[in-house]
């Protein structure tokens, strides 16, 4: 049997990630406590959100792939993100003060906040917080269709986010990278030296000297001090293709850090 | 007399960089009503985060500029921030069950949560936070120093921060550039054409032909879809340089949207 961890609980959209990769799914309250179950072989997968279409990325993601855990990016799943109104049964618009959910689900929201003059309050998910309105006819949640469902809940307007591109990138990490498939993606985090001038446009002409396509490039700070940053770059090629070793080798030759998050197919 | 909007409420790190740019300060609770304050002539100057050192962007303040606003950056101010575990006076570790504070705090300090096994909760702010904590014994915030003076608590532990790295770099917006000063910095935001390869790379060889030093690159989505960004570039120069503005002629003849945020002196 293959275990499968996610960041829960149950009834968020990692859950309905979770449940495209397996059925023995376990679910933890932090992200990092998702990436600990696969790194102490509680779990062969994990599932976790490593981007939003709108709000970018999910810092603490690529933190802890960045620092904290050796693990391998073993496959993507992107997942429309339909946000709801959720109330308690009867519930009406005009008996709204609170709204609940997770920042980024607030954020993904706010022109429909400001339209009704509903006060937000973040909560740790958006399924904590549709759990937590229960019984309270003044508050409502932002979350999706299956938290509705386990809760007992009605969806007073569906659709709310601001924009109709939303949709969130998770990963499936293990220990081990995906095998080869002819159409894959190879994630890496790289640091520049901060004292040669030009360093991250040098490090891009390696993959455009080799014809080779970035399809994301994302810069965190390094934890260091302001303006030293980490650079997230996802590329097209797997990690056994000789280009791509020639590529990590000229990349490893002029970067002081160089980390491979692994290869995978693209979604 | 010159009015100055700032994040508050008061006792936030916002404030204590608000107080570096005057006297008449008026708090306000999200960072688009503090840029809508600017905008609308009821202050001439605005205060807000736009990026902390361990955290990374604050995405509300990038993508207002970037979409909602027409303002200048005016100024930088760059505040190092100390986090103290704030509590009612007479309070112990051991009593402490739950802590409240800013996402962004939160995350700040996971280390010291973790070891201490605390539960944490979000609030809106810093301040808010240590407000909330008022006459709860099991209850703590994270915040600074003014704010838990303002509320008559007490530190209980002070510097409770993952590293000491962490500064945050505010901006100080307003309807004008500011003056050339021979050290100056130009923020500048614009989106490559997705079907050209190499677009970025193209970009950045603008600014390395010029011998033009980016001090910061910052990618966000640009609410478009996965893989679609808007990039954030501060350089050295000041709009007024003339090697400044044939820098810019080129990338926005390269570039299908530009815009320039302002040229400010270097903090």
Do not use: W
């Amino acid at each position: 049997m293959t275990f499968i961890s996610f960041l829960g609980p149950k009834g968020t959209f990692t859950h309905e990630a979770a449940c495209l990769v397996g059925d023995e799914l376990v679910p933890y309250c932090t992200i990092p406590a998702v990436l600990e179950s696969v790194n102490n072989d509680e779990v062969e997968f994990g599932v976790v959100p490593i981007e939003n279409s709108i709000e970018g990325p999910v810092g603490i993601t690529l933190d802890s792939l960045a620092h904290k855990f050796d693990l391998k990016i073993h496959r993507e799943i992107i997942i429309p993100i339909n946000q709801n109104l959720i109330v308690n049964p009867g519930c009406k618009m005009e008996d709204i003060e609170d709204i609940y959910s997770h920042s980024q689900a607030i954020a993904q929201c706010q022109e429909f906040i400001n339209r009704n003059k509903i006060q937000p309050h973040y909560a740790v998910s958006t399924a904590k917080a549709t759990k937590d309105i229960i019984g309270f006819k003044n508050k409502a949640a932002i979350g999706n269709r299956i938290a509705a469902q386990l809760y007992g809940l009605e969806i007073l307007e569906a659709n709310i986010q601001d924009t109709d591109n939303n949709a969130t990138r998770f990963v499936v990490v293990s220990k081990n990278d995906h095998e080869i498939t002819g159409r894959d993606k190879t994630s890496i985090i790289f640091s520049i030296y901060e004292d040669r001038p030009g360093g991250l446009y040098n490090i891009l002409g390696i993959f455009q000297k080799n014809s080779i396509n970035l399809t994301k490039i994302e810069s965190r700070p390094s934890k260091k001090g302001l303006g030293k940053y980490l650079f997230f770059v996802d590329f097209n090629g797997h990690i056994e293709d000789s280009v791509v070793q020639d590529i990590l080798r000229e990349i490893d030759d002029n970067t002081y850090f160089l980390k491979v998050l692994g290869s995978y197919p693209e979604y």
